[in-house]
C-alpha cells in the first residue's frame, strides 16, 4: 500500500494562492489514480479533483474549477495542488489519496493524514 504526507497548508487571505505537496512512498504512483479531497468542520469530506492513473485525465469538483490544478511528477512520487482565488469556502483539511480509477471515489482507498487550509475574509 502506499504511504501518502501532505505539506504546504496554511493560513491565506481570500483571494490569495498556496500550493499542497502530497509526497508518496512504498509504491510508484503511476499506477494509481491520486485526489485530492477535502473536509470542513462539521461537514462531510468532499472530492476536489483527482487525475487518473500516469495523469492523463484530471476531473474537478465544480466549485474549484478554474481556481485549482493538480499535477503529478511519478518520477519523484509527488503530487501537487496549486489553489488559486482562495475563497473562505475553501477552508478545510485537505487529503491527499491514492486509488484505482479517478471516477471512482470510493475506490481511494489510501490516505495522508491532511494538512490544515484556513482561508480569511
Keep these: 500500500q502506499v504511504q501518502l504526507v501532505e505539506s504546504g497548508g496554511g493560513l491565506v487571505q481570500a483571494g490569495g494562492s498556496l500550493r499542497l505537496s502530497c509526497a508518496a512512498s512504498g509504491r510508484i504512483i ?56 482562495l475563497k473562505p469556502e475553501d477552508t478545510a483539511v485537505y487529503y491527499c489519496a491514492a486509488g484505482t480509477y479517478y471516477r471512482d471515489y470510493e475506490s481511494f482507498g489510501s490516505w495522508g493524514q491532511g494538512t490544515q487550509v484556513t482561508v480569511s475574509s
Design 30 to 85: 503511476s499506477s494509481y489514480a491520486m485526489g485530492w479531497f477535502r473536509q470542513a468542520p462539521g461537514k462531510e469530506r468532499e472530492f476536489v479533483v483527482a487525475s487518473s492513473r500516469y495523469g492523463g485525465i484530471t476531473y474537478y469538483a465544480d466549485s474549484v474549477k478554474g481556481r485549482f490544478t493538480i499535477s503529478r511528477d511519478n518520477a519523484k512520487n509527488m503530487v501537487y495542488l496549486q489553489m488559486h482565488s
